[in-house]
């Protein structure tokens, strides 16, 4: 089964389906992402790009809400905070490392710093 991500004009995802290898592959049976985009624009319309699980096509595996990045041929997830910048492998990082000292964090955007989550 192969995996593709419906992006709208804004290379946001939409949607993720599964498609059927022989929707994919060429005379051959080598699929080909291009056979699968359009049978997908055949059968639903839009635009449509492959994605995969272990992250071997696009760097992570896109989701409602990603956003295609066409320099980087990569799905990117949503940023979680405005300071976050996004490093070489598409996954965004807080502008100070988190605390590795075993306790929990959430980050504050505010003070820009992580902040120990108290126990219940």
Not at 2 to 18: G, K, P, Q, W, Y
Not at 28 to 55: D, F
Not at 62 to 91: E, I, K, M, R
């Amino acid at each position: 089964m192969a995996h593709f991500a419906e992006i709208d004009s804004n290379n946001v995802v939409l949607r993720v389906v599964v498609v059927d290898n022989k929707d994919t592959a060429d005379a051959a049976g080598v699929e080909k992402e291009h056979i699968g985009a359009a049978y997908l624009e055949r059968l639903l319309g839009g635009t449509w790009k492959q994605t995969s699980y272990n992250g071997t096509i696009r760097k992570h595996y896109a989701g409602a809400g990603y956003t295609y990045d066409t320099s980087l041929d990569a799905f990117v997830p949503p940023q979680p905070f405005p300071s976050w910048t996004l490093d070489a492998d598409c996954n965004w990082q807080a502008p100070v490392p988190m605390p590795s000292d075993g306790q929990m964090y959430s980050w504050d955007e505010a003070a820009g710093n992580w902040v120990v989550v108290p126990k219940e």
